[in-house]
């Protein structure tokens, strides 16, 4: 009796034996078999261990978890494999999120991650592959109105023709981002405008302005001779435009 009972026991220590032994082996060697690959972390749903995420990133070599933590916003940066890189706080921004640790200081949005070590090595940075959450909108917008400062009405088929340019380069042509071409069939000034925008064609050290102009039976009559920048360099998304009357 006792030998049946034991010989029912061995292939159970057997398995139990083989299991220890393969989770080992596999720990050691940094081995993820097919059977426990199925019990990995998704990174993009859970990657913040059971707090609220905000948000996730995924590189060629890394996971990025926005989390929400009891002090405020915390980045999870892990491995592709799984190991915890970074963990620190962050902010934030129009853009995506940015913060640091006592490695580096970190950034990343829809397009790119970077990581600049403390050290003063060579920043790293990895295109975006993935996304989940709450990302920078897709779209952003400049408003405001287009008015001048004279008391003349304007003609009932008066058109107004408001563009966002990028003007970053001063040796080439102003670069049209968006126009909205207003009929005002009797309006008069001020003319409300917004101008939606992707802030994927914005960059932080660009040059962006208004360009103002109201046609009159499809001839230029009035245009904006100042700068009227707007988005970056701490410029307004909002913006009261005045126009002159062209000679």
């Known amino acids: 009796m006792i030998s049946t009972q034991n010989q029912q026991k061995s292939p159970f220590l057997v398995r139990l034996f083989l299991t220890s032994t393969l989770l080992t082996l596999t720990s050691a060697l940094n081995i993820i078999p097919p059977v426990l690959a199925q019990r990995e972390i998704d990174f993009a749903t859970q ?22 933590g009891q002090s405020g916003l915390f980045m999870a940066v892990s491995y592709r494999n799984g190991q915890l890189f970074d963990r620190f706080s962050v902010q934030q921004q129009r853009e995506g999120y940015a913060g640091n640790s006592q490695k580096a200081s970190y950034q990343v949005n829809s397009r790119t991650f970077t990581i600049q070590p403390n050290n003063n090595q060579r920043p790293i940075t990895e295109r975006v592959l993935r996304t989940q959450g709450n990302q920078r909108p897709q779209e952003s917008k400049v408003t405001g109105t287009i008015t001048y400062r004279q008391r003349i009405a304007l003609p ?41 925008y992707n802030p994927a064609q914005i960059q932080q050290n660009g040059i962006y302005r208004i360009r103002a102009e109201i046609y009159v039976d499809g001839r230029l009559t009035w245009a904006n001779m100042g700068q009227d920048r707007v988005i970056t360099g701490g410029n307004p998304n909002n913006i009261e435009v005045i126009v002159q009357q062209l000679n």
Request: proline share 11%; aromatic share 6%; net charge positive.
């Open 47 to 68: 990657g913040c261990r059971g707090v609220p995420q905000e948000a996730y990133f995924m590189t060629e070599n890394y996971h990025i978890n926005i989390c929400q």
């Open 156 to 196: 009932p088929n008066s058109t107004v023709v408001v563009t966002l340019q990028d003007t970053t380069s001063p040796n080439r042509a102003p670069r049209n981002i968006t126009q909205q071409t207003i009929p005002l069939r009797g309006q008069q000034v001020p003319v409300p405008f917004s101008l939606i």
